[in-house]
């Protein structure tokens, strides 16, 4: 990466160019945004969207970097002239930030004062764009939530759809009816502007936030919010729900709150599904025995195994 960098013309460039090229800006990370700017060469974006975008998401400010290529990427895949189509622009733009991890798009230190998440009582006057990390209800016990959580997978398995108030699903019948909703009492809330986290609770019911079906990378803008020890208390008069969700924290929901489910009830974890195989240098953990019948191939494959170990799958991007 250092060459493409340093020497943003060699051969290989290319090919990331058009890998990042047509990459939607909501995925684009960080460290290729460079490598797009310098093949790019776009115009800035225009004052119009800018001045849109401090009015309207004034705290955390959007990171320059970002709303470049994310301009960039909107004009060209939408085939929009600023002159012509700002609004489809401002539109287009907004959809991405609202799609995005606020960690690529916003400029860190810019949003929820540090100060406040320490103090012993405070108010976060805002706007400031946040967006939901974690979810959970914490007016049900644990034990409880994780009997809705594994009726829910068996049914959403077989196809079931999801109920309502009025045609609750039962619990006591296995497999069969329609997928149960979580318990509704209280929420708790781990929000996110980005660089700063903030615990929050729901101090007034938010109808429109339900457990199990408000993704993570939710978005909401928060202004008034009185901060107690570090625990923001929302009610629908200091909140704005933008909506959207980032996808690659909703892809882990489900396991991370059966994972924090296991924790509360002090279960342990699971073991890796049987037959996988170990990490190429690293023993299998915990074998069966008899030992004799897991040994390693003879000593003249394995010379071959380590000299030309298995290269590793790079993880996808965000």
């Not at 493409?4 to 290319?14: I, K």
């Not at 700017?37 to 119009?48: E, N």
């Not at 540090?114 to 400031?128: K, Q």
Request: hydrophobic letters at 40%; aromatic letters at 6%; charged letters at 20%.
């Amino acid at each position: 990466m250092e060459l493409l960098y340093s020497a943003p013309r060699t051969r290989a460039a290319p090919l990331c160019f058009t890998f990042t090229r047509n990459l939607p800006p909501c995925l684009l990370p960080r460290p290729y945004r460079p490598l797009r700017r310098a093949y790019l060469r776009a115009m800035p974006p225009p004052p119009q969207l800018i001045a849109w975008l401090d009015e309207h998401y004034p705290s955390p400010r959007v990171d320059p970097e970002w709303l470049d290529a994310c301009y960039d990427w909107v004009t060209t895949e939408h085939h929009l002239d600023p002159a012509a189509h700002m609004p489809a622009i401002i539109e287009h733009v907004e959809a991405q930030l609202l799609q995005s991890d606020l960690c690529d798009s916003m400029s860190h230190g810019t949003g929820i004062p540090l100060a406040l998440v320490t103090a012993v009582s405070g108010t976060l006057r805002g706007p400031v764009l946040v967006e939901i990390t974690s979810l959970t209800e914490v007016g049900s016990s644990a034990l409880a939530l994780d009997q809705v959580r594994v009726a829910r997978a068996e049914r959403l398995a077989a196809g079931a759809g999801l109920g309502d108030e009025e045609n609750e699903a039962d619990l006591e019948v296995d497999g069969e009816g329609p997928v149960p909703n979580y318990p509704r009492g209280m929420l708790r809330f781990e929000l996110s502007d980005g660089a700063t986290a903030l615990s929050a609770i729901e101090y007034r019911p938010l109808p429109e936030l339900t457990l199990g079906v408000t993704p993570l990378g939710y978005k909401m803008i928060l202004k008034d919010v009185l901060v107690r020890r570090g625990m923001a208390f929302l009610e629908p008069a200091c909140v704005t729900l933008k909506g959207h969700q980032t996808e690659d924290r909703e892809a882990q929901q489900e396991a991370d709150f059966a994972k924090w489910l296991r924790l509360k009830l002090g279960r342990p974890e699971p073991e890796p599904p049987a037959g996988r195989q170990a990490v190429a240098g690293q023993p299998a953990p915990n074998p069966p025995p008899p030992v004799e019948q897991i040994r390693s191939p003879p000593t003249r494959n394995i010379t071959s195994a380590v000299a030309h170990p298995s290269s590793r799958i790079p993880p996808p991007f965000r």
